[in-house]
């Protein structure tokens, strides 16, 4: 009689262990439902828009000319911190120059220079022509070192992120991350961007393909993308709990059974 009760318990306990991990229905787990992936689809991209330049980015700026000694002065800004400009961690970044309070960057001999609201390619012009005061044909490159995302949540490998593109978007940073673990909420990602003094809460379906259309699919400076964690999150952290519980079980049983 007591064999039988124990090996009720344990069918019991099993079916729900069975249960609670399949908490995560597989209908929810695929990205872009909603496209036809029979065949290829074609549609025009409509969203993207330029990175303009904001206060406290940094910007890399490199400047050459006919005359290398006198451009030699500007490109200060490229070192690195600690001097070693093989090391491109963050913890390394190249000093460049940074975008003040007032929306000008300060360059040695043309003093301070408007760059906010600007993109890099307006900025880039916009020397041109300034440096010609001081140097034979001036060529400038500009790009932005500081450019980074934060991702975190139900995701293999949460981090910060430095991004070298300007046109970064919420796929590529999802895949730095390692993608979404197989437990994540797909229709609940969040994604968090503070500008201009207020700070927005944006919610993302990944399992539409409306998201490569949304206004946010294109990500800015120092935006943050959270992925909700689903039930089975606390389900596959609590099975191990639950193996040690059916191997206790399992060595009741059996003694009983002895008996």
Do not use: W
């Not at 993207?48 to 904001?54: A, S």
């Not at 991702?151 to 430095?162: E, F, L, M, Q, T």
């Not at 992925?227 to 040690?244: C, D, F, M, Q, S």
Request: contains cysteine; aromatic residues 8%.
């Amino acid at each position: 009689m007591a064999t039988r009760k124990i090996a009720k318990a344990f069918l019991i306990l099993l079916l729900a262990v069975c249960a609670l991990s399949s908490c995560q229905s597989y209908k929810n787990v695929p990205y872009y439902k909603d496209l036809d992936k029979n065949g290829i689809v074609t549609e025009k991209v409509t969203n993207t828009t330029n990175y303009v330049i904001h206060t406290g980015d940094i910007l890399g700026i490199n400047i050459t000319s006919r005359n290398p000694e006198s451009a030699a002065v500007f490109n200060y800004n490229l070192a690195r911190v600690n001097g070693n400009a093989y090391n491109t961690s963050p913890d390394n970044p190249v000093i460049g120059y940074r975008v003040d309070e007032s929306g000008n960057i300060h360059l040695p001999l043309a003093g301070d220079i408007k760059a906010l609201g600007l993109t890099t390619q307006q900025l880039t012009e916009s020397l041109s022509k300034t440096l010609l005061t001081y140097l034979k044909d001036p060529v400038v490159n500009i790009r932005i070192v500081n450019f980074k995302v934060y991702v975190y949540g139900d995701v293999a490998r949460p981090n910060a992120y430095n991004i070298t593109d300007e046109h970064p978007t919420v796929t590529q940073a999802l895949t730095m991350a390692g993608d979404l673990n197989i437990t994540a909420l797909r229709k609940k990602v969040l994604l968090i961007r503070t500008e201009d003094g207020e700070r927005k809460y944006i919610p993302l379906d990944l399992t539409s393909k409306n998201l490569f259309q949304s206004p946010y699919f294109y990500l800015k400076n120092n935006d943050e993308i959270y992925v909700t964690p689903g039930r089975a999150k606390l389900t596959a952290n609590g099975l191990p709990v639950l193996g040690i519980v059916i191997s206790a079980l399992s060595v009741v049983a059996i003694l009983l059974t002895r008996n």
